[in-house]
Structures are given as C-alpha cells and as structure tokens.
C-alpha cells in the first residue's frame, strides 16, 4: 500500500467517526435499509431486478429523507457497477457528456458498467436530458434520478419512457423509531419513549432530518450529563430545532404550535398569526406549518368551507416555490382565511365512524356492486342489478352501496355551519333521510 493510499484511508476513517449521524448511520446493504419493503423487501422489485443482474433506468420519487441517494449507492454497489453521481444544479451538458463517454470507456476497456446518479433530476434541462438520452437507450449508463417532484411534470417523457418510476414512501412511525434506537446507541445515549415519539412526530417521514435534530440533542445531553449516558429530554429535542434553550416552564415549540392550531380553530384570526411569527422566529420549518395548516382544512373545517383545503395546499406550494421571507406572506393569508371560515369536524368524525366500521371483518360487496368487467363475471351475478345514476334525469337512484351488515349506517353527518346545511338538504331530498344523527361537533384532543 502506498503512502498516498494510506493517506486516503486515514482521511477516510476520520471523516466517518466526524460525520453527520445520519451518514454514520447509511446502510451498507439492503438488508440494513428502513422502510421501502414494497421496493427492497425479500420480494421487491429492486432486490429482485439486482439479484438476477437486470438493474434497468430508474426515477426515485419521493419526499426528502426516503433514502433516495441511499438506495441508489446500494444499488451500485450490489451490482459491481460503477457509481457516477451528477448533481442536476451544478452540472452542465458539457458535464454529461463527460459521463457518457466515460462509461462507454469503462465498458470497452474493462466491461464494466456504470450508473449515473442524477440527484434533483427534475432540474435538469431540456438539453441536459436530451444528451443523456442515447445512453439511456443504448444501456451505455443505467440511469437513476433521485426527485422529490412528481416526474411526469418535470421529466422529459422520451426519458421518462425509458425508465421506470420507483415511488419511496415517508417512512412510518416503526421505522423512524428503529432508526431513532439506533441513533441513540451509536450516540451513546437513552431517549425515552415519549421523546422518541416527539421526534418521529416532527420528522414527518423525513429520515435525515429527525436524525439531525437526534444528534444535535444527543450533544447537549451529553454536555448537560457531562459524558454518555444521559438521557435526551423533550428541552434538548426543542433546542435543537429552535437554537434556543427553551425552559420547560414557558412556551415550548409544542406549545406553540398547539396554541396556533387552537386559534385557528377558535376563529380568532389575529392570535393565529401571533402564534405563526412566533414559531417562524424561532426557525420552524414553514413547510411544517403548512402541512399542519393542510391538516387543519380538513379536520376542523372540512365540507363547512371546501375551499379551505385550496388555499390551505396553495400555501404549501407557494412556501415551496418563494419560500422565506416572502412566504410569510402566503402563510398569513391561509391562516387568516381558515380562522375566518365556518368550522365543522363533521368529516373527521365521519372517517373515524367509518375507519372502525372498516375494520369489521367479512363485509362482502354487495354484488350489484362487483366488477363486471372480466369475461365470466356475469356468470357469477357480479353487476347485476347495478343501476348507472347518469341514466336517471335526476342523476341519482336510490340503490344499496354499503355490506348488508351496516345498512343504513350514516358516518358523515353534516352539520349546521357554512356549507353544509345545503350538503344535508340535498341529501334529505334524495334519500328522504333527515340531516343526519347529531354528533360532537368537537373530536377530542
């Protein structure tokens, strides 16, 4: 080994032991991955196209911290191909053709192929994709793109065709509290169950940044404990997400963004954006508040005023294309607009009355109900008696659609407020039903 490789293997292990705990914690097979078992599970498609050598183009979709670049370093490596990373804002078609005629070296003078990496590939221009694309055709490089954006928008369809889309989902409360035991143990610290739960909550699927926060908290544990050992508290978990030590006593992130969501709720414009430049000062992520903002729309105000969801997602996709400061501006009129709007949980209670008569086992479609469209489903009486509503003037028939065990259950029960008498009315007019069984107008919280 030369002085040089010894050089670079020094470097190497001491930029491990300093890396962020997310990196320290980056699979090194699929066996290691967490989450994305409908991809790389014993059966998923991705093993299953690696272990039998036929590792084809590909476009990773999915929110930030799915393990996109993850996936596509194991993938390289589980094929002994070479991994050419690009990133699609900094390279330009000069960088790509680099690339391409790189690999198409590699494979003639050694036979070995190469995937390019493209991160952000929903950033890449017209020209970019349009140079790419004969190496794509001809298997010259196996593309895999990473994207957050949905690729039918954003992907040149010629490369899109050529490739297929693999969707990674936000990873679940399991798997982001496996992560969270195994970020503890290399930190060597304890994190109790409910601040665990405080950290996958705010992560929102988003592996990376719970492990961020995790290792930043982890620091001030230990500098509070004075070594391992000690035990994250909730304070370090908000400290690490706001940069300031924030006393259990007074207002804590939790508290506040308890306290915007209940102002909205409570129709008091003003304390909800009180609350909302509180929590954008102390550095909330404005996506979060968004999403919660997204949330809210349907929880609390629901068929009252369908076009809260509207302007709630129409604020979530300005935060992302302005983004901050000019986006508080987009916050403030969502927030202003959803504690103005007439307030119904009557669709969140609905879908709780629905989701446990869901789970009542052996509810069989009622056959009217069946697919009819395969050859032999006539023969099993499946459509029959379906009546089409369209053909009716009116537009509706009176026909069964639930199991015949729940009959005449109604989970969706409008109340009296904004929208919703009309939805109600229309109802009782159809079906000769009232305006359905009193309910809370207020879930529990």
């Known amino acids: ?38 991809l790389v599970g014993p059966q998923g498609p991705l093993r299953v196209l690696l272990s039998e050598g036929r590792l084809t183009s590909g476009i990773l979709w999915g929110p930030p911290g799915t393990g996109k670049t993850t996936l ?38 050694h036979g070995q192929g190469t995937i390019l990496f493209v991160d952000e590939v929903h950033r890449f221009s017209k020209s970019q994709q349009d140079a790419l694309l004969p190496a794509v055709e001809d298997g010259v490089v196996v593309l895999l793109g990473a994207t957050t954006e949905n690729p039918f928008f954003e992907v040149n369809a010629p490369l899109l065709s050529r490739a297929t889309l693999w969707r990674l989902l936000p990873l679940d409360h399991a798997a982001l509290g496996l992560l969270v035991h195994r970020g503890a143990a290399l930190e060597q610290v304890e994190v109790p169950r409910a601040v665990a739960d405080a950290l996958i909550e705010l992560a929102e699927g988003d592996a990376r940044a719970m492990l961020t926060t995790l290792e930043v908290a982890c620091a001030l544990a230990r500098a509070r404990h ?3 050992g000690a035990a994250v508290t909730m304070a370090e978990v908000e400290a690490s997400r706001s940069g300031v030590l924030v006393h259990r006593s007074q207002d804590s992130h939790y508290d506040q963004v308890s306290a915007m969501i209940k102002s909205i709720r409570g129709s008091d ?10 929590l954008l000062l102390a550095g909330e992520d404005p996506k979060f508040l968004a999403r919660r903002l997204m949330i809210l729309a349907s929880e609390d105000i629901g068929m009252a005023d369908p076009t809260s969801l509207l302007i709630a997602d129409a604020a979530f996709s300005a935060v992302e294309r302005v983004g901050l ?11 202003i607009h959803l504690a103005l709007a007439p307030k119904s949980n009557a669709a969140t209670m609905a879908l709780l009355r629905a989701d446990e008569a869901a789970r009542t086992a052996g509810l069989a479609v009622p056959p009217p109900l069946r697919d009819s469209h395969y050859q032999g489903a006539a023969a099993l009486g ?18 069964q659609y639930l199991p015949d065990a729940i009959v005449g259950e109604q989970f969706y029960r409008p109340s009296s407020h904004g929208h919703e008498p009309a939805r109600a009315a229309w109802r009782a007019e159809r079906t000769g039903a009232g305006p359905g069984r009193s309910g809370p107008q207020e879930a529990d919280r």
Do not use: I
């Open 325 to 335: 400061p000019e986006a508080k501006l987009n916050l403030a009129q969502a927030v």
């Open 226 to 228: 004075g070594g391992p």
């Open 382 to 399: 499946h459509g029959t008696g379906y009546r089409y509503p369209h053909d009716d003037p009116s537009g509706y028939v009176d026909q």
């Open 72 to 109: 596509a370093r194991l993938l390289a490596k589980g094929s002994a191909q070479y991994f050419a990373p690009l990133s699609a804002v900094t390279a330009g078609v000069r960088d790509v053709r680099q690339v391409v005629d790189d690999a198409a070296r590699r494979l003639g003078e």
């Open 1 to 38: 080994m030369t002085s040089e490789d010894l050089f670079s293997a020094a470097a190497e292990q001491h930029l491990a032991s300093r890396a962020p705990l997310a990196s320290r914690l980056r699979p090194t097979s699929l066996d290691d991955v967490v989450g994305q078992e409908h």
């Open 269 to 278: 414009p003003d304390a909800g954006l009180y609350w909302l430049c509180r």
